[in-house]
């Protein structure tokens, strides 16, 4: 079981900026991917960037060059450095954990986080 606790939604202006934090605990096996999803209402979750355990990055098109994944030494707490946040950025951010042990699947979500970007 792997529990992730995120924080670091709000509110901000248009070209402001916001920096989403995920801790994750519990059982943690190797390797793994962590990251970072969005959802706009009535839509299903879309990627927006994700974090190896051997710190590789993976970005969506639509945030490439705004925002940044990055994670602790031992890649358990991710970061979402959001910069030139837009309106279209509103939208609920959920922290993702996945992994495979003996060949089982394990993913995990955070409870999400509200992301407003209004004047």
């Known amino acids: 079981q792997v529990q992730l606790v995120e924080s670091g939604g709000g509110l901000v202006q248009p070209g402001g900026s916001l920096r989403l934090s995920c801790a994750a605990s519990g059982i943690i096996f190797r390797p793994f991917v962590m990251g970072w999803y969005r959802q706009f209402p009535g839509k299903q979750r879309e990627l927006v960037a994700t974090l190896t355990s051997d710190g590789m990055t993976n970005h969506a098109d639509s945030v490439k060059g705004r925002f940044t994944v990055s994670g602790d030494n031992a890649k358990t707490t991710v970061y979402l450095q959001m910069n030139s946040l837009k309106p279209e950025d509103t939208a609920v951010y959920y922290c993702?954990?996945?992994?495979?042990?003996?060949?089982?699947?394990?993913?995990?979500w955070g409870q999400g986080t509200q992301v407003t970007v209004s004047s």
């Open positions: 993702n954990y996945k992994a495979q042990r003996n060949k089982v699947q394990f993913e995990y």
